[in-house]
């Protein structure tokens, strides 16, 4: 007698943007826009945890468009976020 496993589960939610195609960098902000204010109305989420974007760039012909540095023209594979956590929210009043 051998005991059923319960389907595999990630951890993560998934948010598929697939379906929509090519997309302009407003038309996605609007969509994460939309989707964050779903989660957090519809289903009260109030936290997550090292949150990533994977983007697969284009121009407008749907031909990758690699991203290149300013610098040194080398092709940028990561961006760490421009926005940081204020200090003051580490301490408790």
Partial sequence: MTKRQKPHRPPQLTVDYTAMGIMTLDELKQALWTDLQVLKETYSVKYIKAPMLK????????????????????????????????????YEP
């Fill in 55 to 90: 983007l697969s760039l284009t121009n407008e012909f749907g031909e990758v468009a690699p991203l290149k540095s300013l610098n040194d023209g080398k092709p940028i594979y990561r961006m760490h976020t421009r926005h940081f956590r204020p200090a003051c929210q580490d």
